[in-house]
C-alpha cells in the first residue's frame, strides 16, 4: 500500500505540473507590427500625405514579410488553411482544433489471419495551440488486449519537442507458443508444416491475455525536419511509472517519416519495451510499425498500419510471426 500510494502522488505530480507549465506557457505572435504603430512612428515620419519615410517603412514591412515562418506559435492555421502534408503540420493540434481517429484491425498472422480483430478509437483537441488534450481507447485480438489512455500534451520548444504525458489503463496480450515434444502431440497443439511435421516454437494461432495495471506514460516527442520530405521522430514514449509499486518501465520510440508527396506519408518506427528496466535477453520487445496515410484535404486523412508484434523474437521464431493489420480512418473538425 505505502508503495501505491507513492506513485499515485508522483502521477498526481506529473500531471499538475505540466498542466500548469504548458497553461501558462508563453504563446508568440507571428507577425510584430502592432508595437510600431501603437509608437505612432509611421505617421509622424510618413505626414498627412502617407509619402517620404512612411512610403519606405512599407517596403521594409513587405521583406519582413516574406521572412516570416510559415508555421508559429500564434496558430496561423485553421480548418481551410491546415497542411495537407503531414510533416508540415504543428506537433500540437491548433487551439480550437479536434481531430479523431477511428481504426479497424484484424490479426494475419500465419497460424490465425482473420481470426481475431480490434477496433480503436483516439482523439486529439487543441485546448491552446501549444497544449493538446489526448485520449483513446483500444483493443486487440478480440479484446484480449486493450488500453484507455487520457492525458495532455504541450510545447517546450514549438513544433520541434513537446512534452506528454498520460494515465493509462491497459492489458497486453501475449501469443501463444507451443512446446513441440517431437511425437507430434506439443503442448499446446503445435501447428504443422505441409509434411505433418510439428513446427516447435511456433505460435499457435491463439493469444493469452496478460494482467490489467495502470501506469503514468512520459514521453518527449520530437520530430527534426532535415527536409520537406524527410523527418525523425522520437520518444513518443519514453518510460511508465507503474502505479502497482513495481518498477518503472522503459519504452523509447524512434522512427523515421517521409512525404515524397504532399498527399503521401510513410513513417516506419519502432519502439523498445524493457519491462520494470530490466535489460537481459528475453525480458524486452520490439514491436516495430509501418504506416501509410493518404490525405485528399486538409480535414481527411485515410490510412493503414501493418504493425511486427516483436521484432526481436525469442530463438526459434521469426519476427514476422505475429502481425497486425490496421485499417483507420482520421478527420478534423472545428474552428
Not at 79 to 98: A, C, D, H, N
Not at 108 to 137: C, H, K, M, P
Not at 200 to 209: D, L, S
Request: aromatic residues 10%.
Amino acid at each position: 500500500m505505502l508503495s501505491q500510494s507513492r506513485g499515485l502522488r508522483l502521477a498526481l505530480v506529473l500531471l499538475m505540473s505540466l498542466g500548469y507549465v504548458a497553461w501558462h506557457g508563453h504563446d508568440h505572435v507571428a507577425y510584430a507590427g502592432d508595437d510600431d504603430e501603437e509608437d505612432g512612428g509611421g505617421d509622424d515620419d510618413g505626414g498627412d500625405d502617407g509619402g517620404g519615410k512612411g512610403d519606405e517603412g512599407d517596403e521594409g514591412d513587405e521583406e519582413d514579410d516574406k521572412d516570416q515562418p510559415p508555421v508559429t506559435s500564434g496558430g496561423l492555421f485553421n480548418l481551410k488553411t491546415y497542411p495537407v502534408r503531414e510533416l508540415s503540420r504543428p506537433l500540437t493540434m491548433t487551439q480550437g482544433i479536434f481531430q479523431a481517429r477511428i481504426g479497424v484491425g484484424v490479426d494475419i498472422s500465419a497460424q490465425s489471419a482473420f481470426e481475431s480483430f480490434g477496433l480503436n478509437a483516439e482523439g486529439r483537441y487543441g485546448f491552446r495551440d501549444n497544449v493538446t488534450g489526448l485520449f483513446g481507447l483500444t483493443d486487440g485480438f478480440n479484446f484480449k488486449q486493450f488500453g484507455f489512455y487520457a492525458g495532455v500534451e504541450g510545447a517546450l520548444a514549438y513544433d520541434l519537442i513537446d512534452f506528454r504525458t498520460a494515465l493509462r489503463i491497459n492489458r497486453p496480450a501475449s501469443a501463444e507458443i507451443c512446446m513441440a515434444d517431437g511425437m507430434g502431440t506439443g503442448t499446446p497443439p503445435c501447428p504443422k508444416d505441409a509434411m505433418g511435421a510439428e513446427l516447435p516454437n511456433k505460435p499457435t494461432g491463439k493469444y493469452n491475455a496478460g494482467k490489467v495495471k495502470a501506469s503514468i506514460d512520459i514521453g518527449f516527442p520530437f520530430r527534426y525536419v532535415a527536409k520537406p520530405e524527410i523527418a525523425i521522430i522520437a520518444l513518443d514514449t519514453l518510460m511508465s511509472i507503474d502505479l502497482d509499486g513495481s518498477k518503472p518501465d522503459l519504452n523509447p520510440s524512434l522512427g523515421i517519416a517521409t512525404n515524397p508527396i504532399a498527399a503521401l506519408s510513410v513513417v516506419i518506427f519502432a519502439q523498445l519495451q524493457i519491462a520494470d528496466f530490466n535489460t537481459d535477453a528475453g525480458f524486452f520487445t520490439v514491436p516495430a510499425t509501418a504506416r501509410v496515410e493518404f490525405s485528399p484535404s486538409q480535414k481527411l486523412d485515410l490510412g493503414l498500419e501493418f504493425t511486427f508484434l516483436n521484432v526481436k523474437p525469442p530463438e526459434g521464431q521469426k519476427f514476422y510471426d505475429s502481425r497486425f493489420l490496421t485499417f483507420f480512418l482520421q478527420f478534423r473538425a472545428g474552428k
